[in-house]
């Protein structure tokens, strides 16, 4: 039984996944020093979160589901995970707790947009690129979060951090656009009309 999808990698997607790979590395490298002693406990967590995009990517490949499939199935067994830990927890009451639009926003932007919008077009990316070449845009998250975060707190970004996000950003262009596949020949594309 084979796990893995097969798709080649060539050179291009290989430099570019380890600029992106350097570039991600430059940015947690200063981490320690401008956030304090527990930086690294965020570092295993985003570590982790990238092990299950790749598994995710894997599956959705391997498994050939379609995009409203596998943001079904991640739905439910979101909830059957989360809802219990919840009612355990006592959480719900915090959440009945908070302002109507509050709690309205936080479904429309963590429900909707970066959950079920975001997994259907992950999807359709895996289905459409490859799961080798969609498996990339997850790790340019941090660098889309630090430009991003920056802007409302109005603290600009460090040294390191813009340059790991340049050499991810060089590393996703890269592997992505310049991994094109040769278009076939008239010869080896069949017959001509």
């Known amino acids: 039984m084979r796990w893995a999808p ?3 990698s060539g050179p291009a997607k290989l430099a570019g996944t380890a600029l ?3 570039g991600l590395i430059v940015i947690a490298s200063q981490a320690d020093a401008m956030g304090g002693g527990m930086v690294w406990i965020g570092d295993l967590m985003f570590v982790a979160a990238g092990l299950g995009w790749t598994g995710f990517t894997i599956l959705i ?3 050939e589901l379609g995009p409203l499939a596998v943001t079904a199935a991640v739905s439910t067994l ?8 919840m009612l355990i ?3 719900f009451g915090r959440i009945a707790a908070l302002p109507p639009a509050t709690l309205l926003a936080q479904v429309a932007v963590q429900g909707l947009a970066a959950g079920a919008i975001a997994v259907i077009a992950y999807g359709v990316a895996v289905r459409r ?3 080798s070449r969609a498996g990339l845009f997850p790790a340019i998250v941090p660098v889309l979060t630090l430009a991003l975060a920056s802007l409302p707190s109005g603290t ?3 040294f390191f951090e813009i340059a790991g996000a340049a050499l991810a950003t060089l590393g996703l262009i890269v592997a992505v656009a310049m991994n094109r596949p040769a278009p076939a020949s008239p010869a080896a594309g069949g017959a001509q009309q």
């Not at 979101?78 to 830990?85: D, E, F, G, Q, T």
């Open 20 to 22: 992106i790979v350097a």
């Open 129 to 131: 690129l490859g799961a």
């Open 61 to 63: 490949k391997r498994w």
């Open 78 to 85: 979101s909830a059957l995970l989360v809802i219990p830990a």
């Open 6 to 8: 097969k798709e080649r």
């Open 89 to 91: 927890a006592g959480d």
């Open 156 to 158: 600009a970004p460090h």
